[in-house]
């Protein structure tokens, strides 16, 4: 079974806020996975529901961000989950905006809702799902930075970002941690036109690949063939000259 929980600050005034990206990937999952209609358990709405052949149980928790490990750490014991079957998806500043990571393990970085679930598991061996929001420049922006909303121009990276978080998840389960990754960035990259096209290396360049050489068209004569026909000829004429 597997616990995935989406972080974020319950009610209407935080729903479009950046630290509730979490919430948003867990609605996206919802849809996607056509998981249960919502239920109040362990101090969350919980949903339930089959991915890739394996059981999930999803967490919104409604408790504020600070104190998210509560919820966690209910669910978990209940199910006598392991840290490594708890997949966290959290929002990110020290990301650039629509950046993933995924990370396994390891500390909190100041995140309070990880600080809380760090102390609730009291492990810190749980899957997150790191996605960027970006960084204000300043230390004391940080706050209205993460509460304030998504801006127009966020939308479109955001919802592919969203929807590719939800559809790679069974990489994810099968801890290929790479591919899902690829896959997020692609979507984020295609919907905001920023896709790298691979570049055409000149003729004799410091590329990896060897410049390709011309095709010739079909029943053309090469080079080679012509050098080798004006041989035979100019041997042939010295011969009937005598030479």
Request: cysteine-free; charged content about 25%.
């Amino acid at each position: 079974m597997r616990l995935l929980v989406g972080l974020g600050n319950p009610g209407p005034k935080h729903r479009d806020n950046r630290h509730n990206i979490g919430f948003m990937a867990a609605d996206e999952i919802v849809r996607r996975y056509n998981l249960s209609a919502p239920r109040a358990r362990f101090q969350s709405d919980t949903f339930e529901g089959t991915i890739d052949g394996e059981k999930v149980l999803l967490l919104k928790p409604t408790t504020f961000m600070n104190e998210s490990g509560r919820a966690v750490g209910e669910a978990a014991r209940f199910f006598k989950l392991a840290p490594e079957d708890i997949i966290v998806i959290h929002d990110e500043i020290d990301l650039a905006a629509g950046k993933v990571r995924v990370k396994r393990g390891g500390g909190h970085a100041g995140h309070n809702g990880l600080r809380s679930i760090h102390a609730h598991l009291g492990s810190p061996d749980y899957v997150r799902v790191r996605l960027g929001v970006g960084h204000p420049g300043d230390k004391e922006k940080v706050h209205g930075h993460v509460l304030s909303d998504f801006s127009k121009q966020d939308q479109k990276w955001l919802e592919a970002e969203l929807d590719a978080v939800a559809q790679a998840l069974p990489a994810l389960f099968a801890e290929r941690d790479s591919d899902f990754m690829s896959q997020v960035t692609m979507a984020v990259q295609q919907a905001t036109g920023k896709s790298r096209k691979p570049s055409v290396k000149p003729a004799g360049g410091s590329g990896s690949e060897a410049p390709r050489e011309k095709e010739e068209a079909p029943g053309a004569t090469t080079a080679a063939e012509e050098t080798s026909i004006g041989a035979a000829l100019n041997r042939a004429l010295s011969k009937f000259r005598g030479g």
